[in-house]
C-alpha cells in the first residue's frame, strides 16, 4: 500500500481526446496530447492515490500504475467513467467531442461518382463532468474540471463551474499569443466556491504536481 497524502484514495482522471467515427475508417476528434491528463495521474499517484486513467486514443502514452481503461468515444468514457465510481475525486481533464455522427456508416464511405458530398447528422454527446457533478448518487467529494478560454478566461470559467455543477475549474488562456496551446507549459486560474486564483507559468508538470497537492488537502 502506498504512503501519502492520498493513500487509500481513488481517484478518476480522464484524457485525451475521444474519436467519434464517421465509419469504419474515419473519425472526428478534438486536439489533444493527453500530456496534461497523464501528468496530472503521475502527480496523483505519486501522493499515494490509486487512479484510474480513462483515456481517448492520445498521443503521449498513460502512466504506468494507473487502472487503465481505454476507450473510443464519450458514450464510452462517460460509461467508464461510471462503472469507476465510486471514488474520492473525479478530475476530468479529457477534451471530449461535443457531438458524434448520428448517421454514422458501418461500412466505409465511398465517392459515388456524383460529385455530392455526404451530409453528417450530429447529435450531442453527454457531458461527462457535468453527469458526474450532478449525480445523486455516488457523487465523487471533489469533482474538478478544465476550461480553455481564448478571452475573459475566469468570467467564462465561472460561469462553467456554476454550469457544470463541479467544485473547481482549472482554466487557462489558450489564445495564441500564449503560446500554451500545444506547448510544454500552462498558465492556469484556479476557480473555487471561494474565488480565482491565478497561478504563475508553470510547466505541465508542475503545474500537476499543485493541482494533486491542492486535491489532497481538499480531500483531508
Ligand atoms: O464545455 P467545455 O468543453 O469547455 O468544458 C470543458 C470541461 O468539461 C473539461 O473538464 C472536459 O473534460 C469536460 N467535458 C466533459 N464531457 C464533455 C465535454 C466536456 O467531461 N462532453
Not at 118 to 132: K, Q, T
Not at 172 to 200: F, K, R, Y
Request: some cysteine.
Amino acid at each position: 500500500l502506498g504512503a501519502g497524502p492520498l493513500a487509500g484514495r481513488r481517484i478518476v482522471v480522464t484524457s485525451g481526446p475521444t474519436h467519434e467515427p464517421i465509419d469504419p475508417v474515419r473519425y472526428i476528434a478534438n486536439r489533444s496530447s493527453g500530456a496534461q491528463g497523464t501528468a496530472l495521474a503521475r502527480a496523483l499517484m505519486a501522493l499515494g492515490a490509486q487512479v484510474v486513467f480513462v483515456t481517448g486514443p492520445a498521443s503521449v502514452p498513460p502512466p504506468e500504475g494507473v487502472d487503465l481503461v481505454r476507450v473510443e468515444t464519450a458514450r464510452e468514457m462517460l460509461a467508464a467513467v461510471e462503472a469507476a465510481l465510486p471514488a474520492d475525486a473525479a478530475v476530468c481533464a479529457a477534451a471530449v467531442a461535443d457531438w458524434h455522427v448520428a448517421n454514422a456508416a458501418d461500412r466505409k464511405m465511398k465517392k459515388d461518382g456524383s460529385g455530392r458530398a455526404p451530409v453528417l447528422d450530429f447529435a450531442e454527446n453527454p457531458d461527462i463532468l457535468a453527469r458526474i457533478a450532478r449525480r445523486a448518487e455516488d457523487r465523487p467529494r471533489l469533482v474538478v474540471g478544465f476550461a480553455a478560454e481564448t478571452h475573459d478566461v475566469v468570467a467564462h470559467a465561472e460561469a462553467k463551474r456554476a454550469r457544470k455543477g463541479c467544485d473547481w475549474i482549472v482554466a487557462n488562456d489558450v489564445s495564441p499569443a500564449t503560446g500554451i496551446m500545444g506547448g510544454a507549459e500552462n498558465e492556469v486560474t484556479l476557480i473555487t466556491a471561494s474565488g480565482a486564483e491565478t497561478w504563475p507559468r508553470l510547466s505541465k508538470d508542475e503545474v500537476a504536481q499543485r493541482l494533486a497537492r491542492r486535491i489532497a488537502e481538499a480531500l483531508a
